[in-house]
């Protein structure tokens, strides 16, 4: 098992320290599409084993690796009392987990010009953020992001039930009316020496969930609309996620999500607090499929975008010279011999957790309804055995020396294939296919040729297919007679010229 350092503030609100199809990729002026599958059966009868081992109601799972979402799904029971069974559109609590989609949201402001992370805080808020423990600071987005602000998480929180921050249902205390009570003097939550540190800000690393609720208030403010609406507009509702909300009113049946449970599988309830963006978003496996296909596709995912590029690349790089590995929110764990970007979540009666391999394009998201020793032991062994199997699928790529000419024309395909394929199965786009791994192909017909290749392992499989990817002429008569005409005139041409 992957070897996790975890803390928990809030007490079990966050574990810290530990997102498809890609289409139109435009090569050789043809469009590449791509489509892994898994053979993950076996797979999915060991997390079944691990779940039940480990006495849990349910276990929530994602896996995308290349190009695809190639597994989504969950074991165990979204409610034992209901008898309510668990599976892919299941929404479970993601916890800290959630604020990767506060990062999102930012993005687009970013985009659009309407912030950048070198801003002062204070630019965008209705009111002035002043820690008075500390002389002159300037706290900008990038140490909020960063969890460098110096901003401090005063011991408010109570437990679910309790009468304090956390309520059964959804809370009455707008984000609004609590960051400006915490954070302005006179407020009802403001206390000079619990909520901030002394620290100038980018000084120290020190985990903040208000400061990261503070941030996702920044898209409120700028916007002018709720957090919960811009995610909507702009993520959820382009990209399908139709199981994904802030709030339990932004699920038309709150009885099919994941209840949280401790110890003995004994009932929490479904709760919530007023500061929801670090922590209160819900989602189902399958919905955190579609998001780490698009944070993995460079902002895009079947067909459709929502972030460009460079701004994914921006939520991955470290942010602050002096705090290596922190991007905007989403953190590096190093567990692997490549680049990634992974968040963990975990609060009362839920656990989460979720990296991407940015070399391999593998991610793992792995979500329980449960938050004991037990709970997060296994779910560390389910991610392990994610990640084995998102490594060791084959990714389809194949290159041609020449995709365009006349008939007859040989073309000479070259597997270029990774995670040590046994098998492979090409289709030219005219009837013909071979199962070569470096096939030689004769074009007969004009026309242009769609060519796939289907690479498997013991694993599973990946199809690349490029469309219009042969291109095959035949010269035109007509224009060859007109060629050959000309020619025979310049020859009686010039024996006419010669006889005169």
Known sequence: MISIQTHRLRDARTICLLVAL???????????????SCNCAALENQIETIRNNAGLPAMGYALYVGDSVVLTG?????????????????PYMLASLSKTYIT?????????????????????????LDNPRVSGEVIRVSHLVTHTSGLRDADIFGSPGSGDLYSYGDTSITLAEFMEGYFVPGGQWYNSVANFRNRMPGDQYEYSNFAAALAGYLVETITGTKLRDHSVGNLFGPLGMTN???????????SLIAMPYSGNNTEIGHYSYPDYPDGQLRSSPADLGTYMAVMLGGGETSGVRVLEPESVDLAFDDVLNNHGGQGVFWYRYDGWAERDACHSGGDYGVLSDMCLLLESQVGVAVVVNHDSIAAEDALYEVFDLLVAKGLELPTAEFSTAQTSGNAPFDAEFTDLSTGGPTSWLWTFGDGGSSTLQDPNYQYTTEGDYTVTLTSTNGAGSDTETKVDHIHISVPEPALLTQLLSGVFGLFALNASRKRG
């Open 104 to 128: 999102a949201a930012l993005l687009k402001l970013i985009e659009s010009g309407a912030l950048s992370l070198d801003d002062p805080v204070n630019d965008h808020l209705p009111w002035t």
């Open 74 to 90: 969950s074991v165990g029971m979204a409610d034992i009392n209901d008898n309510i069974t668990a599976d892919a559109n299941t």
């Open 22 to 36: 890609m289409l139109g990729v435009v090569l050789a002026s043809s469009v590449s599409l791509a489509q892994t």
């Open 244 to 254: 994904t909300g802030w709030h339990l009113a932004d699920f038309s049946d709150v």
